[in-house]
């Protein structure tokens, strides 16, 4: 439950959807000069090697999430490894 969660530090955000994924791509960031970069989730990583770590998940997101935990939200769904509900976030990303 991410809802009215403000998020926190972008670092912690991209290593704790690290967790919830064994592969994929957990977010793309770009400078100032437009360049890309982006941050993967590594083979194996945490969660991934308990059979919980299988069971479907649910994110519940509401207009006071964002940042890191908007982050993670994405993560979680652009990877398949979870459903988001509820309303829109913050959107601090461009």
């Known amino acids: 439950d991410l809802r009215n969660n403000g998020g926190g530090s972008f670092p912690q955000g991209v290593l ?3 967790e919830f994924l064994d592969d994929g791509t957990i977010v793309y960031i770009y400078d100032g ?3 890309k970069d982006s941050f993967a989730a ?14 479907p998940l649910v994110v519940l997101v ?3 999430t964002a940042s890191a935990a908007e982050v993670f939200a994405g ?3 652009d990877n398949g490894r979870a459903a988001i509900l509820g309303e829109g976030t913050f959107g601090k990303g461009l």
Do not use: P, T
Not at 42 to 55: I, M, Q, R, T, Y
């Open 42 to 55: 590594k083979e194996g990583g945490g969660l991934v090697g308990f059979e919980e770590a299988k069971l």
């Open 75 to 77: 993560a979680l769904q």
């Open 16 to 18: 704790i959807a690290d």
């Open 62 to 64: 509401n207009k006071g």
């Open 33 to 35: 000069k437009g360049e």
